[in-house]
């Protein structure tokens, strides 16, 4: 059984070996973790696998690489980036965080060892798929471990086309990166004991194509057992995720970008070059009106039985504990800062209206928008159709579902807007993330923060970091500090809102739910054009 060796609350010994970590302003910090195989060679593109351990005492002080992603110096205009060097395949590693080992004290004052099992918060990072890093110092875990008295584990997993790229796949050669996610959690269940963890009161918490993972996650066969609670930031369920076959002919125009004609050419293939073919297929798959996503998940029909929109409302898993939200303006991340959809016309809006809702409804859709928007511009009314077609709409429609089944979740949306950059991006994707973690000093990089009041800033921020903690400890985010809230219930809807203000409010997002319900649109979680389940 793993344990401690003596009081350095830096050094564990886990079944693997031995780990050093460091103390880092009082929370002790265990990074670059492995928890499985290094993916290279004949790993490449092949399910994670056991970590064999390591001889003496492995350091633990320093990140790992992060897995391989395209890269721009200077970052973006919204994020400012979202990943930095170094990058290497040999990236299957986690970091964990916590406020003392068991058989350390927990302060220097502390007359005994600190033995209590605490909580345990898993972060999968978000990244459209193609970027991203639990190393980042964004998702640093010290906050939580240190105001919520929890042990935070961040993971990083194969991205892009060295985790989304289906090769083989009558043989399991898809979804990669779930294979790492699940090797991460029965890591954490095997060893987080040792950092004073309680297996068995374990969250997972993602955001973006993050919340995407947890879901899916929630759903797989092997997972029962492995988590209690889920945290879904901004999971864009409304993606239509492609089958085997559809996976394949994405596979195909990969295949031919990149000049390779079977697996073992694009094996020999160094990762740069990979990245390289990734930046080609956004340019081929992307469409006007509709957010880039060059690689998705595949429902596979046996890890990803179906769409992970649906997980939480089947078998075991429909047992566990939900929080969901989405933030007012998701789609302003992608699109408010393009010329190209900033100038779009009245015409051009209602044509990409009509993919949703046909040709004869788009003029009522397009008035509709306008009325919950006094003033839009076409490109306002083509955001808030993106907002809700990926984001809102969904994730209302899983906590419907799961109101009629019994089991409710607590939902909320993000309404500050940031004054950054003219005001353009309004509550955007992403916009919550440095108010959940409570950690403004780490996202001094992001030019999306500029210009917001401190006061309120702070305010928002402990209010939301404290609703987090609470709900990773008890399943129910209240705590002292905000107003009641309410599970959604179908005669309720009750929707916490985060702004200035918080608020308890009842169906926040009606007139969207309603929109389209009225078109068929949301008859599911992760359903198609026509309103069926994809199963």
């Not at 859709?365 to 306002?380: K, L, S, V």
């Not at 009629?404 to 993000?414: D, I, L």
């Amino acid at each position: 059984m793993a344990h401690n060796p003596g009081p350095d609350p830096t050094v564990v010994e886990l079944p693997a070996g031995r780990l050093r970590g460091a103390i880092e302003n009082g929370v002790a910090v265990f990074r670059a973790v492995p928890y499985a195989l290094p993916p290279v060679g004949e790993l490449r593109w092949r399910p994670a696998q056991p970590h064999p351990g390591w001889s003496g005492t492995r350091d633990a002080t320093a990140d790992g690489p992060s897995a391989p992603q395209m890269y721009m110096d200077g970052g973006d205009p919204v994020l400012g980036g979202h990943g930095s060097p170094p990058f290497d395949e040999d990236c299957l590693t986690l970091n964990v965080w916590t406020p003392a080992t068991p058989a350390a004290p927990a302060t220097p004052e502390a007359a005994a060892p600190d033995a209590a099992p605490r909580p345990v918060l898993v972060w999968i990072h978000g990244g459209g798929f193609v970027s991203g890093s639990g190393s980042l110092p964004n998702y640093s875990g010290e906050t939580f471990a240190r105001d919520g008295d929890l042990v935070v584990v961040s993971v990083n997993y194969r991205i892009g086309a060295l985790g989304y790229l289906a090769l083989d796949v009558e043989d399991g050669g898809c979804n990669h990166w779930l294979t790492d996610q699940l090797a991460a959690l029965r890591w954490v269940q095997e060893n987080i004991a040792a950092f004073g963890g309680d297996p068995d009161a374990v969250t997972v918490a993602g955001q973006s194509g993050g919340a995407m993972s947890t879901a899916a996650l929630a759903g797989h066969p092997q997972a029962p057992g492995l988590m209690r609670r889920v945290i879904l930031q901004s999971p864009p369920f409304g993606l239509d995720l492609p089958d085997p076959e559809g996976c394949r002919e994405r596979t195909g125009a990969y295949l031919e970008i990149a000049g390779a004609k079977t697996v073992e050419e694009l094996r020999a293939l160094p990762w740069p070059a990979l990245a390289g073919v990734t930046g080609s297929l956004f340019a081929l798959t992307t469409r006007w009106g509709y957010w880039p996503t060059p690689f998705l998940p595949v429902i596979d029909g046996a890890a990803v039985a179906r769409h992970p929109a649906q997980s939480l409302l089947h078998g075991a898993a429909a047992d566990i504990d939900v929080m969901i939200g989405w933030t007012r303006e998701e789609a302003n991340f992608g699109f408010a800062l393009d010329p190209g959809h900033a100038a779009a016309t009245r015409e051009q809006v209602t044509d990409r209206i009509a993919d949703t809702f046909g040709t004869e409804a788009a003029p009522e859709a397009y008035a509709a928008y306008e009325r919950t928007r006094p003033g839009a511009r076409p490109a306002d009314v083509l955001m808030d159709l993106i907002t809700d077609e990926l984001f809102r709409v969904p994730a209302v429609r899983l906590a419907e579902r799961r109101a009629e089944s019994g089991r409710p979740v607590w939902a909320y949306q993000f309404d500050l807007p940031t004054p950054a950059l003219d005001g353009r991006l309004g509550a955007a994707h992403c916009l919550e993330l440095p108010f959940v973690f409570a950690n403004f000093d780490q996202w001094s990089h992001a030019p999306f923060l500029a210009g917001l009041a401190p006061a309120t800033r702070d305010g928002l921020a402990h209010t939301m970091h404290e609703a987090w903690i609470a709900f990773v400890r008890t399943g129910d985010p209240n705590h002292p500090a905000m107003p009641r809230w309410d599970p959604y219930e179908k005669d309720t809807r009750t929707t916490m809102r985060f702004d200035s203000v918080v608020a308890a409010l009842g169906d926040l997002a009606g007139p969207s739910r309603r929109l389209h319900e009225s078109a068929g649109r949301a008859a599911a979680p992760g359903a198609g054009a026509d309103g069926a389940d994809q199963e």
